[in-house]
């Protein structure tokens, strides 16, 4: 019998977004969400626990409107130094699949039960991916990660 992971945690800049901030000169306005990336997560939301992580607290109101208000998702704030260390005391790193695409994110792709990447993500990120997706960060990656799993899993 195959294995099911318990959780899938994302990322949300760089991969929910485009990873673009948009400055104004009162600060950091705007970021770029996908339109096709809800589908999938409403795909899986009854099948596994979903997660999104954060360390942009500057614009953490902007991911919540979106993440938590829009989908109905709660976000975990977490530095990307120490990202990897918590994740792997709260969870597990065999427990749960991740979606990264930055520096700091390649150590846990790597570890977790089943890492995934954009396709624009960091070279390490991509490297240390399970599987990379055909689509870029912002523009239905996390839709064509969750077709995979739902293939891989459900």
Same mark, same amino acid.
């Given at each position: 019998? $195959?294995?099911?992971?318990? @959780?899938?945690?994302?990322?949300? *800049?760089?991969?929910? @977004? !485009?990873?673009?901030? +948009?400055?104004? /000169?009162?600060? &950091?306005?705007?970021?770029?969400? #996908?339109?096709?990336?809800?589908?999938?997560?409403?795909?899986? /939301? *009854?099948?596994?626990?979903?997660?999104?992580? @954060?360390?942009?607290?500057?614009?953490?109101?902007?991911?919540?409107?979106?993440? @938590?208000? *829009?989908?109905?998702?709660?976000?975990?704030? +977490?530095?990307? &130094?120490?990202?990897?260390?918590? +994740?792997?005391k $709260?969870?597990?790193?065999?427990?749960?699949?991740?979606?990264?695409?930055?520096?700091? *994110?390649?150590?846990?792709? /790597?570890?977790?039960?089943?890492?995934i990447?954009?396709?624009?993500? $960091?070279?390490?990120? $991509? /490297?240390?991916?399970?599987?990379v !997706?055909?689509?870029?960060?912002?523009? #239905?990656?996390?839709?064509?990660?969750?077709? &995979?799993?739902?293939?891989?899993?459900?």
């Amino acid at each position: 019998m $195959r294995k099911i992971p318990d @959780t899938f945690i994302l990322d949300i *800049d760089g991969v929910m @977004t !485009t990873g673009q901030f +948009l400055y104004s /000169k009162k600060g &950091k306005e705007y970021k770029i969400f #996908g339109a096709h990336d809800s589908d999938g997560l409403k795909m899986l /939301k *009854d099948k596994i626990k979903i997660l999104f992580i @954060t360390s942009d607290k500057r614009g953490l109101e902007i991911s919540y409107q979106r993440i @938590t208000k *829009d989908l109905g998702f709660k976000i975990l704030v +977490l530095d990307e &130094k120490n990202r990897y260390d918590y +994740l792997k005391k $709260r969870f597990g790193l065999k427990n749960f699949i991740y979606m990264g695409d930055g520096f700091y *994110d390649a150590k846990i792709l /790597k570890e977790c039960f089943f890492g995934i990447s954009p396709k624009n993500a $960091r070279i390490e990120a $991509r /490297k240390n991916s399970n599987y990379v !997706t055909p689509s870029k960060s912002g523009e #239905g990656a996390v839709l064509d990660a969750c077709i &995979k799993i739902e293939k891989k899993f459900f």
